[in-house]
């Protein structure tokens, strides 16, 4: 009976690290290998884990057979707590740490709120969206443009995505007040090309996290996940070309 | 150029940022998206071909990554989504669905087509640096079993 206890103890650790894991946006291939790792760690070598973008499946074999299912449907972009489950994987596979203190270390970093305050999002947007505008060879008259039109696409969607739950939207609407804040500057004179300060204003909604997952997840074999985040990566930046596009039909 | 490694610098490390990347891992996040863009705008600018200026430059970020990933001890995702950012096809595919609002379905179709090769060739110099990784792990584990 005791063992039993602590074989379901070491499942619970080992599904809470993987769920950190997979919401805040490491790749597949890195959620099953923790698991796995952890799980030997704590000498259960025998140990099956099969993980989607959208739920891990965890089994143990051995003298206690078990096998526990997730479901994870919220998904952010938290790769300080990423890096933290990968750092108590790392000190559980040196036998520095047993299943009830690894537990209660993930408990915490599950609750912990996001990295960087969200002002600081929004600036790094901002910021990040006149540089992109020199990048792409525009005019430095045009950086102060490219960061408002940037940091307000960029707050959009923040607030959409805290607001609804409906997957492309964000984007779309976000993209959709570049474009509408990008032509209203040029309008009124102040900007001079539109379509570096749209590009600029652009990046910070395209979905780097998905695309790099996607090729590492393909690399590492793990096909329903990369073909799921490559179609998912695509449609979002269909979703910002539509919105691009309705802002030029509008205006 | 300088104004170039500068934004550059900025722009991949506010990208981590956007990402929730580490606080003590900005400044390499930063690094890897300027070195990558550097090669990348220096081989554009001699005149060489953006299909293999991206391959290029997709294929140093992720070595250095790699570099980083196991000096820091981090997931080498951090370092490979700042690099690669700057590498997007943004401007291009701008352009390609400009030109399909305007009806002009044949340039946009080959600006479209463009853009699809070059996020090929980001994940083909992913790849590429995975691959020669996983040779030089194979190459010291078998070095070291002769040794012993």
């Known amino acids: 009976m005791n063992d039993q206890l602590h074989y379901n103890e070491i499942i619970d650790v080992c599904l809470l690290a993987g769920k950190i894991m997979l919401q805040n946006g ?12 952890i799980a030997a760690a704590f000498g259960c070598e025998d140990s099956h884990s099969f993980s989607t973008p959208t739920g891990i499946i965890f089994s143990l074999d051995g003298m206690h057979p078990a096998s526990k299912l997730i479901r994870v449907s919220q998904r952010s972009t938290d790769l300080h707590k990423v890096t933290l489950v990968n750092s108590i994987s790392r000190s559980i596979s040196s036998k520095e740490m047993t299943p ?16 960087y305050p969200l002002w600081v999002q929004v600036f790094a947007a901002f910021i990040a969206s006149g540089c992109f505008l020199i990048m792409f060879q525009g005019q430095w008259s045009d950086f102060i443009w490219s960061c408002i039109a940037g940091g307000l696409g960029f707050s959009c969607l923040l607030y959409l995505h805290w607001l609804l739950e409906v997957r492309f939207f964000a984007e779309f609407i976000a993209s959709l007040v570049v474009g509408l804040v990008a032509m209203l500057f040029v309008q009124i004179g102040v900007g001079s090309n539109l379509d570096t300060i749209i590009i ?21 074999g793990h096909l329903v996940s990369s073909l799921s985040k490559g179609a998912d990566a695509g449609l979002t930046a269909l979703a910002i070309g539509t919105g691009i596009s309705v802002a030029f039909v509008l205006l | 150029m300088f104004a170039q490694l500068i934004t550059s610098f900025i722009a991949s490390a506010a990208f981590g940022v956007i990402f929730n990347v580490p606080k003590n891992s900005l400044f390499q996040c930063g690094c890897v998206g300027m070195l990558g863009w550097a090669l990348y705008f220096f081989l554009v600018e001699n005149e060489i071909n ?13 070595v250095i990554s790699q570099y980083f990933a196991k000096r820091y001890k981090t997931p080498i995702t951090i370092f490979n989504v700042s690099g690669i950012i700057p590498l997007v096809p943004g401007g291009l595919s701008y352009d390609a669905m400009k030109h399909f609002v305007e009806n002009d379905f044949n340039i946009a179709v080959q600006l479209a087509t463009k853009a699809f090769m070059l996020a090929g060739a980001i994940a083909l110099g992913l790849i590429f640096a995975e691959v020669i990784n996983q040779l030089i792990t194979k190459y010291n584990r078998r070095k070291l079993r002769m040794r012993n």
Do not use: C, H, W, Y
Request: aromatic letters at 4%; glycine letters at 8%.
């Open chain 1, 100 to 115: 009830q203190e690894a537990f209660s270390r993930l408990k915490q970093i599950e609750k912990a709120g996001m990295g």
């Open chain 1, 26 to 37: 490491g790749e597949t291939s890195r959620v099953e290998d923790t698991m796995v790792r």
């Open chain 2, 50 to 62: 953006s299909i293999i200026a991206t391959l290029a430059a997709a294929f140093i970020v992720a």
């Open chain 1, 200 to 220: 600029g204003a652009v990046m910070p909604l395209v979905p780097g996290l998905l695309i790099t997952n996607a090729v590492r997840d393909l690399i590492a």
